[in-house]
């Protein structure tokens, strides 16, 4: 980028992303006194992965005994990795959240007694709201217009600078404290909403020597059809599968049922357990944008086959994302904050994946920290971010170091090099120490050219820019992954030569740097006292 910028704004708090997250902190940040600015690569409000469809969210009354049954359950899951205080919060946080959901004008549906059933959101009509209360709040949004990286000083964050798509010019955005809302990494592997995912937050941060932790806890890939990008997959419990001989494939979608069937040859599947009109009917009602791809193409799903595949989703759906050290979800650079899927979850899902309600109710509540957090430290800042020395921190995949001629690299090469590293269930599902070590060798070369892209234009900088940011997160998941030698309960992680899980590595994996990776542990506080119990005692041994 330029060293002067075309557009020049300055702010308290600068949130990146628009997702449910980015609008949550933005709204937060505003109504705790902060001059706010919102920037997304796309349109705040139809933007993501949350927009296009629902989610369930963990609504649960006020009830203690029902809370910590819900809280006991979710660490077993997770594999103890997660953190009882941290699962509390967020249930506190959601119930008064959706309280004010309401208030601002959303349509909960209500049961036989009135009670609104707050337990689930409606993408479109839940992110048109959010776009609304934002800009009622002052916040100004700037659409179409995603972030390539960040501002610093000694003091720590101070803005950052990005391009305008529809403007075809660059802007810069001078601020106190920034929120990094930019959702998780899906490697454009074409799942519903999550082609403008692409681990940019991840970069932004990684440059500044943030550490990102439970990056191995992506193994996560989603049904969806064949020819489409609709990964809501819930309905097919309803439904039968069968190989391309019409033979019925006997497993149900439980474990590594789908993906092993996929490595033999195509899968089709019927939803010919739904085998009433009534039941057809409902479905329909229930979970309306899962039939919209087969109804285009002509496909009766009661009683036709429809071919399925797996999109992989990556830290969208996994675990993974910038480690956060402070209950406003503050990380270890001064001013700069994360929140929903850029964010790790561990501290609410452990290894198991927070897909659905557990993310959901996550960007809800990290967004409201970080925000309120963001403010804080941008009003207490003795001077205006204006006036800081503030310098570009981006390194990769800018154009700055670009060569030309024979020697460039078109970013698309690139981007099939490393999705050739990283969809295929033989390498990133069936995980191997060999698979993975290949394959991390050969991300590494292609980190070493994403500074070889000749970005002409604004939409090139942006795909050079998602290029490098898809390469580094690869290479911190696949680096982290070959770190934690056991198989994890939650099915985001496993080796195949360590396929139990290991009580000595009751801890997180923090990975940093771009260069050269450097990989950490820390310890899980509030391990319940049997388990820590067991660690010692094998530790011991």
Request: proline share 4%.
């Amino acid at each position: 980028m330029s060293d002067s910028a075309e557009r020049q704004l300055t702010a308290d708090v600068l949130v990146i992303g628009g997702g449910p997250a980015g609008a949550w902190a933005a709204w937060s940040a505003a109504t705790n006194g902060a001059k706010v600015v919102l920037v997304d690569k796309g349109y705040l409000g139809s933007s993501g992965a949350t927009a296009p469809g629902g989610t369930n969210l963990l609504y649960l009354p006020p009830d203690k005994e029902m809370r910590e049954q819900a809280v006991a359950s979710r660490m077993k899951q997770g594999g103890y990795l997660a953190e009882p205080a941290w699962i509390h919060r967020v249930l506190d946080q959601v119930y008064t959240n959706m309280e004010l959901i309401e208030k601002w004008g959303y349509p909960f549906v209500r049961d036989e007694n009135g009670t609104p059933m707050r337990d689930h959101l409606h993408g479109p009509e839940y992110m048109a709201i959010m776009r609304k209360v934002v800009k009622r709040a002052g916040v100004k949004v700037l659409d179409q217009s995603p972030a390539l990286e960040l501002l610093v000083d000694e003091f720590g964050v101070g803005g950052a600078r990005g391009v305008s798509r529809q403007e075809d010019q660059t802007w810069e955005v001078r601020a106190n404290a920034v929120v990094i809302a930019t959702g998780g990494c899906a490697f454009l592997s074409n799942g519903l909403g999550c082609n403008v995912l692409t681990g940019d937050g991840y970069l932004m941060a990684g440059e500044l020597g943030v550490e990102l932790s439970g990056m191995e806890f992506t193994r996560k890939y989603a049904p969806s059809p064949a020819f489409g990008s609709n990964t809501r997959s819930r309905l097919l419990g309803w439904a039968t599968y069968y190989d391309s001989d019409g033979n019925e494939i006997v497993g149900g979608r439980q474990g590594d049922f789908l993906a092993e069937a996929l490595l033999k040859g195509p899968v089709y599947a019927i939803m010919n357990k739904a085998d009433t009109p009534e039941k057809q009917a409902f479905l329909r009602k229930s979970h309306a944008i899962f039939f919209l791809p087969y109804d285009r193409a002509g496909i009766d799903v009661f009683t036709e086959p429809f071919p399925l595949t797996l999109r992989y989703e990556g830290t969208v759906r996994g675990t993974g994302g910038i480690r956060i050290v402070g209950d406003d979800c503050s990380t270890t650079v001064g001013g700069l904050f994360a929140a929903g899927d850029a964010a790790t979850r561990e501290r609410i899902t452990g290894s198991a994946s927070g897909g659905g309600a557990f993310n959901a109710s996550w960007a809800i509540c990290s967004g409201t920290w970080a925000g309120k957090g963001a403010a804080a430290h941008a009003l207490s800042h003795s001077q205006s971010a204006a006036v800081r020395d503030l310098k570009p921190a981006g390194r990769y995949g800018l154009g700055a170091a670009a060569t030309s001629g024979e020697n460039a690299v078109p970013s698309q090469e690139l981007i099939k090099e490393i999705q050739d590293q990283v969809l295929p269930l033989t390498i990133n599902y069936f995980r191997t120490e060999r698979g993975l070590k290949q394959a991390l060798h050969r991300l590494d070369d292609v980190w070493n050219r994403v500074n070889s892209q000749t970005p002409q234009n604004v939409r090139e900088q942006v795909r050079a820019r998602e290029t490098a940011a898809m390469a580094a997160t690869a290479r911190w998941m696949y680096t982290a992954a070959l770190s934690r030698k056991e198989t994890r309960s939650g099915g985001l992680h496993g080796l195949v030569e360590y396929p139990g899980q290991d009580e000595t590595q009751q801890h997180r994996l923090l990975v940093s740097g771009l260069e050269e990776i450097r990989v950490q542990t820390e310890q899980v506080p509030e391990l319940p006292a049997a388990l820590t119990a067991a660690v010692e005692g094998v530790q011991a041994g």
